[in-house]
């Protein structure tokens, strides 16, 4: 069986699918693939590796319906028309668990890079702009025993609330589409409507997929409901606010401060706005980047194509 996959991953991956049997061709070099170009190469493979955020859509799974498989490297899939897929018969699976804790890792850096204005008072000491011992200027907050709501408590919602409890004795609550009971038993959590988690959260931080329910969620309007001292934290998928709106919401003290690991649209332009405030820090989608991570999340996409390989089913299939 042939694989195509479509960028550089950990070489544990590769050597998985190679010890399988794979005929393993890969796009080595670092640029992302036209849709023309991705449907041309997988003309003549069976299964394909997509790794990252390249577009899969209807116009691709028409073209390529005669793959057998396809393995995602992420546990978000917004980027694929899984309803095409599905259509064309073809079974997409996806990494979920395996990058729940680096993930929350960096929602959980962000906060506190944030509430303590890092990033700019790191760039006041390399630009040379670090003057004097100022003992009331740009200061920031602290984190201890306030609130922090998690607006999609999942693995990585859980995951960021264990720390937050753990290390600042932060009080949690949470609102998601239906009550988790179960998430509930592992960490001591409020459940609480969405006007609530706006209005009473000190550090607001998003866990959820991007769904037409959650597109821009987090809008004018719920900004404005925020508190003046709030830092809002989107380590999940940047349609799911909308950026002129946090922009305008910053800028008119709003809200205080805010820590973006995903944008709209990425990467994000070096002369945005948001990349001038002091209480701003912005990283380019590093949720799951390290080293043990990302060699999971090569060798759970490799193992579901070895399952196809195999005649099974992918275990962790997202459209079955
Ligand atoms: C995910 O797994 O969804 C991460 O955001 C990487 O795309």
Redesign the pocket.
């Known amino acids: 069986m042939k694989v195509f996959v479509t960028k550089k991953i950990p070489q544990a991956g590769i050597e998985n699918l190679l010890k399988a049997g794979f005929d393993v061709s890969i796009h080595e070099q670092s640029d992302r693939l036209s849709q023309e170009e991705l449907i041309q190469a997988c003309q003549d493979v069976d299964v394909l590796l997509n790794v990252?955020?390249g577009k899969l859509d209807e116009t691709f799974f028409k073209s390529c319906a005669h793959l057998k498989g396809i393995a995602l490297t992420?546990?978000?899939y917004d980027h694929v028309d899984l309803a095409a897929a599905t259509e064309a018969g073809i079974p997409v699976s996806n990494?979920p668990d395996v990058?729940s804790d680096a993930?929350a890792d960096i929602a959980f850096l962000l906060m506190l890079a944030v509430s303590r204005k890092a990033l700019f008072r790191a760039n006041q000491v390399s630009s040379g702009a670090w003057a004097d011992f100022e003992f009331t200027k740009d200061l920031g907050i602290e984190l201890y025993g306030k609130t922090l709501g998690i607006f999609g408590l999942g693995r990585i919602g859980l995951s960021l609330a264990r720390k937050a409890q753990a290390a600042y004795g932060m009080n949690i609550i949470y609102h998601n589409r239906n009550r988790n009971t179960e998430a509930e038993k592992r960490v001591e959590a409020t459940y609480v409507n969405f006007d609530t988690l706006l209005r009473e959260s000190d550090v607001l931080s998003l866990h959820t997929n991007l769904t037409p329910e959650t597109q821009h969620r987090f809008n004018a309007e719920a900004f404005r409901r925020m508190k003046e001292s709030a830092i809002f934290i989107n380590t999940a998928r940047g349609k799911i606010h909308h950026e002129l709106d946090l922009i305008a919401a910053l800028e008119q003290g709003e809200i205080w401060g805010a820590g973006l690991d995903?944008t709209d649209p990425e990467p994000m332009q070096a002369d945005n706005p948001l990349l001038k405030m002091s209480s701003v820090c912005v990283f380019p989608?590093i949720?799951?980047a390290t080293i043990e991570t990302r060699t999971q999340m090569a060798l759970l996409a490799s193992n579901n194509l070895i399952a196809v390989r195999n005649g099974k089913k992918m275990p962790q299939v997202i459209n079955d």
């Open positions: 990252g955020q992420s546990v978000g990494t990058l993930t995903v989608h949720g799951s």
